[in-house]
């Protein structure tokens, strides 16, 4: 009984992000497409496919249209091996990709959603954002105070200092123990 329920919660939520995305790309095809390339990106990284690609839907759909849509992709992948190489939970993915879906909205880049949001659940978020703008943190404050910092430029720059900085310890990360049970909980979830 517990296999079949267990079965059955996953069939409905592969249904679910089949819909979402769907309704995100405007086509069940460029969904399959994209949900096969989230799939793939969580296999190499040993993060969970599914909690993956429900954490992150909302910031997929915020940046559909949007300037930065050519980007979320290598965002998207940046902000997942930052997420693996410091072990972050479920909670703090969805809650990191719901920032940066924030920033991706509003167009400008507020501290409520790069200091809180985003740094409560990616440690030293405004450091590395500093350093992605070539500014100190300090500057990169009153900068953003001014109105003047974008997710636009930010958001590409960030997602290159993450990859830079923790690309091969998500690697590393994604050999270890939970990365093999999170790619044991793909078998029957492909897209």
Known sequence: ???????????????????????????????QQQLSYLYDVSGRLGLQFQSTAEGAKTFFAAGKGSTLEKDLNSI????????????????????AFLALGQMISKGKVQAEELRGQLGERL?????????AMGMTTAALD???ADGKLTAEELLPKLAKVLKDEYGAAAEEAAKGMQGSLNRLSHIGTAP
């Open 1 to 31: 009984a517990f296999g079949g329920k267990a079965c059955l919660d996953a069939a409905l939520q592969m249904d679910r992000l089949d819909k979402s995305y769907t309704s995100i790309y405007g086509s069940a095809s460029a969904a």
């Open 76 to 95: 998207f992948e940046a902000v997942s091996s930052a997420g693996a190489a410091l072990s972050l939970s479920t909670d703090d993915m969805h809650g």
């Open 123 to 131: 440690p030293g978020a405004f450091q590395l954002a500093a350093k």
């Open 142 to 144: 009153k900068f953003m």
